[in-house]
């Protein structure tokens, strides 16, 4: 089969490899693709708001499948455009994919259908926000309702702090702003847990946990991702039945009413707090660094995998893990997420010599004239798989430290809640 990957990032290098390995695959094209996908796949650049050239290269290359990684064209609605061309597609319509395009969208589902989630307020404008705001109880948090690459979420311990945030949504930081999200705090500790649905049945496809933070000790300003560890230390079966049962099925049912297509992953980022889940925010697409730290504990051909689901029989298959502990730690150029300088060589890859169960994904790097260098802020995915998280975590460490590249940051103590506390 000849299949296409759109994005660029660490989460479609763990794709790209994944598919790879598929006994079905004959040729992978990666739209863009990164320094990593050049090396199984041929990259192409198209810019990914540019749907009418993507659809004519996936015809000229007789593409069979394609598979959509990140959010922003699933919001634009790339599913819908690539099935009216008769093309096969992995990923939800632009319907279902308002579950992440709009917090505000989803809420009102949560509302409708008694989802547990936390208390909110939806405001028109600054001033009956910050009305409201001036009477509420702190911490509390804000939220731009469209996507806003991870940056619309304003946690708020005081007023002044509130107010900025009212202000910078609604002087169109993120775009206009019709409206304004305005939810209580949760506390407890967070969960990916991610499905793959085929429109009709599903499956769990594992928890993780993710390391938003930028220092140790989870102390700094929110990036994509610094780490990951799966399984997830929540996951039990008792909480895995009230996920689904509460919060998954209850979506689920509320997309097939609306007759919204959905054939791809549904990532629930959720808040645990005394073992019931609470929904914070719905990803149409895998995690990111989830990703690249869930799909090496995949024991299926995942080209079967994702066949079946847009056959529609995804019931019928199986789905089998392996019995290890994956963590994943990201090196990121210093100064990420703020300013950080790009196209600084990466001298040391080839003194990687990864063992059996270790990966290395790329995410903002490229491939020029011989050598690699950064592209992005987040640059390199460090993964190790192992009998438990402690060793898997000082195998990731002692390969980056073999790439002794001097520009770069990462986090140590990722998977520390469950090797530390051990
Ligand atoms: P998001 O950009 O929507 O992924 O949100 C970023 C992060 O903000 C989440 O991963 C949580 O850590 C935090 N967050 C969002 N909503 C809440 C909430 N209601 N209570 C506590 N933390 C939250
Ligand atoms: N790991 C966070 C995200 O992919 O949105």
Redesign the pocket.
Known sequence: MRIAIIGSGGREHSISQKIFESKKVDKIYCIPGNGGTQEIADNVDIDLKDFVKIKTFLISKNIDLTIIGPEEPLVNGIVDYLKKENLKVFGPDQFCSRLEGSKIFTKKICKLENIPT?NFQIFKDSSSSLNFLKNSNYPI?VKADGLAA?K??Y?CEKFSEAKKAVDEVFGGKFGKAEEILI????SGE?MSFFILYDNNSFKIFNTAQDH?RVYEGDKGQ?TGGMGAYSPSRLHSKELEKKIIDRIILPTLKYLKKENGIYVGFLYA?L?IKNNDPYL??YNVRMGDPECQTILPLLKNDFLEVIESCINGNLKNYELTWKNKKSLCIVLTSSGYPNKFEKKILIENLNNIKLINDDYLFHAGTRFDEGKFYSNGGRVLNFVSIDQDFENARNRAVNLIKKLNWKNGHYRKDIGYKVIEKK
């Open positions: 936390a948090v991870g619309g979420v946690i939810e209580q705090f949760l967070e938003k929110n980022g808040m914070i925010e």
